[in-house]
């Protein structure tokens, strides 16, 4: 048999209150014998836990005073009345001990930390909140609002299945997008992330709502519960799992992909914590030991799901600089107009400039050649190559002196613009960083693939976050950014315009 100090002391008070009856000399006896015997259970798990022991010694000592108090008032009592009334009560005493005994006996009751009887069925229930305990201490409109809200809770965990399945969906569109190997397979695969897209941006609204809802209701009746039970205790632990949670939250708010999931996952688990906590105290062992599985459950799911963006690609064709003696080009094969692509940068090297088209001949047979006539008032371009990088074209530039290209020029497209020289497009360009984190170091093999991007880029760390730049033309930092993301999905990568 349990109670909270407490609940007994409550008791022992309204039995002492009046003095002088018989029936308070009655129910004196019963508070005294009530405590002892929490005494003595007390003492028996003192003995036998040691992990326990902490926590148990101070009850025990104030029980014990308790107990020494409580005699004490006895005796007082019983001094105040007479011998008939004595003998009176002491037999009225033990018959209500004994019709207590045979009831507690029929129905196999159990009295709980907050002096609340709760039988043997209610026990056995996995569901916490379907028992006459929570019915009987609750207005009944509140004791609907706690079972629609039980009840709801299976469709919210259903949503939020929903919600990694159609995660796991997007993550695999955003993988095909960059493999596929034409443009209108992407952009087909494009339209289909953006309509997922919009399917999980309606269920994560679905999702909050309804599991904000549900989740401060179920809250709110737990509280009352305690509150009507005068169990302080729980309250505050209610109070500082909340205010936990809603740390967390606000914490984690618009870092991931779902902020749904981010409520969701912190809430439940912080419910789980205060609903175990309710269901022990209560000694509901069923419901306690399910939602120890569903507190474990939980710790195995992770919210922090990365945010997904498609890095828009330019499936620009790169070539490196070859030689063939003789030239490839021919009348059946004429040098190609040089393609103008609308996303991306690609660096060409100008081999000449000519007022009507040339002998290829005297372009040494270098390929892979095109021509425009489109920015230089009617003269004709030729240009040779395609390179990713502006070191990849300066090592080309070198490589076609030694051919004998007496001034080879690079050009610039960048998403589409077209710049004669590196500074012409260095002052027109505004310049971007791509600040990386999630990590906490930069291998050896990220910085690689940062450096096949720009040679003479810098790396630096303000925090916990690294800077990378600067890279000319927003595009030129997206590639990066992609490649970044593709290498580790721990990597959190950011793309910002420098002033």
């Known amino acids: ?173 955003q993988r095909l997008y960059m493999e596929v190997p034409t443009r209108t397979e992407a952009d087909s695969v494009a339209q289909l992330f953006a309509a997922k897209r919009g ?30 039970s005068g169990n302080s205790a729980m309250l505050d632990l209610s109070a500082a799992i909340t205010a936990r949670a809603e740390r967390e939250v606000n914490e984690n708010s618009d870092l991931y992909e779902s902020d749904a999931l981010v409520n969701y996952y912190v809430r439940k688990r912080a419910l789980t914590e205060y609903e175990t906590k309710i269901a022990s105290t209560l000694s509901l062992t069923t419901s306690r030991d399910s939602l120890k599985v569903v507190a474990t459950e939980l710790g195995n799911r992770d919210y922090k799901v990365s945010k997904l963006s498609l890095q828009r690609r330019s499936f620009i064709k790169y070539e490196n600089i070859e030689v063939k003696v003789p030239t490839i080009y021919n009348s059946k094969n004429p040098v190609p107009q040089t393609k103008i692509y609308d996303y991306g940068t690609v660096y060409r090297i100008r081999v000449g400039l000519f007022s009507k088209r040339p002998n290829i001949s005297a372009l040494r047979g270098v390929m892979p050649l095109s021509y425009t006539d489109a920015y230089n008032k009617g003269l004709y371009a030729y240009f040779v190559g395609g390179f990713r990088t502006e070191q990849e074209a300066k090592e080309g530039v070198a490589y076609l002196k030694k051919l004998g290209f007496r001034d080879p020029i690079i050009a610039v497209w960048v998403d589409g613009e077209y710049y004669p020289t590196l500074e012409d497009m260095r002052r027109s360009q505004s310049q971007y960083n791509v600040e990386i984190s999630g990590v906490p170091t930069l291998t050896d093999d990220v910085k690689a693939k940062i450096l096949s991007h720009k040679a003479d880029c810098t790396i630096s760390r303000i925090g916990s976050t690294f800077v990378v730049g600067s890279f000319e033309g927003k595009s030129a930092a997206e590639a990066v950014a992609a490649d970044l993301k593709a290498m580790s999905s721990e990597i959190v990568v950011e793309i910002t315009k420098k002033p």
């Open 199 to 228: 399917v999980m941006v309606g269920l994560d609204e679905e999702i909050t709502s309804l599991w904000s809802s549900l989740y401060f209701n179920k809250i709110y009746a737990y509280d009352l519960l305690m509150e009507r």
């Open 1 to 173: 048999m349990k109670r909270t100090i407490i609940s007994i002391i409550a008791l022992a008070s309204v039995a002492v209150s009046h003095g002088q009856t018989a029936k308070e000399l009655e129910r004196a006896g019963f508070v005294r014998d009530s405590v002892a015997e929490v005494l003595a259970e007390h003492r028996a798990n003192y003995a036998k836990n040691e992990s326990m022991r902490e926590r148990l010694a101070p009850m025990i000592l104030s029980l014990e005073k308790e107990v020494v108090r409580l005699q004490s008032e006895y005796d007082r009592l019983l001094s105040q009345i007479s011998q008939s009334d004595v003998k009176k009560s002491l037999t009225a005493y033990e018959e209500a001990k004994q019709q207590a005994a045979n009831t507690k006996k029929e129905q196999t009751v159990v009295v709980e930390d907050n002096g609340a009887y709760i039988p043997d069925k209610a026990r056995m229930k996995r569901d916490l909140v379907k028992n006459d305990y929570f019915a009987e201490r609750l207005a009944a409109v509140d004791y609907k609002t706690l079972c629609d809200a039980q009840k709801s809770e299976a469709t919210v965990k259903s949503m939020v299945a929903k919600y990694h399945t159609e995660y796991a969906e997007l993550l695999a569109l």
